[in-house]
C-alpha cells in the first residue's frame, strides 16, 4: 500500500541552516504537486539554541508530527538527534551529522557520536551516519552541509513519490544562494550514499 504522508523532523542548532532545508522540501513538494506543512520550533537559534522543524508530506491534517509517528530525521548534530528521538517511530531513518556541536556552556560533558548512535539504534531507529559539514567543505560550500544531507537521506529511497531530484534542484534554485554549489552538493550526496 502506498504511504499518503511522510513526516519527516529536520533538527539541529542555530545557523545550520534547519529552516531554509525546511523551505527547500517544501517548495520541492509543491513543484511536485504535493501536499506539504511545516511548523517550526526554534529557541535562541540565532545564538546556537536548538531547533526542529516539522515537515509533513502528503494528506496530512495538522503540520505537527505526533510523537512517535515521523518516519525520517535530517539531523544536523547527534545531540539534537537524541534529543527529538521520541518524534519518530520505531524503524525510522536516521540521516545524522558525524560531528558534535558541544553546548556553549563550560564544564558541560558531551557524548561522543559514537555513543548516541549506538543508544539510537538500540531504541530501534535505523541510524546513517554521514559526514556532511566535512564533505561540504571540502567540495567547496561550507554552508551545505544542510543540502548535502538532504542528498543523502533521498538516496534512502523514501522520498519517492513525494519529491524528486528536479523538484528539489528547482526549489534550491529558488531558495537558497549559491544554487549551483547546493546543486552539486545535493548530487554529490546522492553519489556518495547510494554507492556505499
Do not use: C
Not at 540521516?95 to 549506538?118: D, H, S, Y
Amino acid at each position: 500500500m502506498e504511504r499518503r504522508v511522510l513526516n519527516l523532523v529536520l533538527v539541529g542548532v542555530g545557523g545550520q541552516g534547519i529552516v531554509s532545508l525546511a523551505n527547500v522540501i517544501a517548495n520541492a513538494a509543491l513543484e511536485n504537486g504535493t501536499n506539504v506543512l511545516v511548523a517550526e520550533t526554534h529557541g535562541l537559534s540565532q545564538r546556537g539554541g536548538s531547533v526542529i522543524v516539522h515537515v509533513r508530506l502528503g494528506e496530512a491534517e495538522a503540520p505537527l508530527i505526533p510523537e512517535g509517528e515521523g518516519d525520517i530525521m535530517i539531523a544536523l548534530d547527534p545531540l539534537e538527534a537524541a534529543r527529538y528521538a521520541h518524534y519518530l517511530r520505531l524503524g525510522a531513518w536516521i540521516f545524522m551529522e558525524r560531528k558534535v556541536t558541544p553546548p556553549p556552556l563550560p564544564g558541560i560533558k558531551v557524548p561522543a557520536m559514537e555513543e548516541v548512535k549506538n543508544a539510537l539504534e538500540r531504541a530501534g531507529f535505523k541510524v546513517n551516519v554521514i559526514p556532511a559539514i566535512s564533505e561540504a567543505s571540502r567540495l567547496g560550500n561550507p554552508l551545505g552541509a544542510n543540502v548535502y544531507m538532504l542528498g543523502a537521506a533521498m538516496s534512502s529511497g523514501i522520498f519517492d513519490g513525494f519529491l524528486t531530484v528536479e523538484s528539489v534542484e528547482r526549489a534550491i534554485r529558488r531558495v537558497l544562494k549559491k544554487p549551483e554549489k547546493n546543486i552539486m552538493l545535493l548530487h554529490a550526496a546522492l553519489k556518495a550514499v547510494s554507492s556505499r
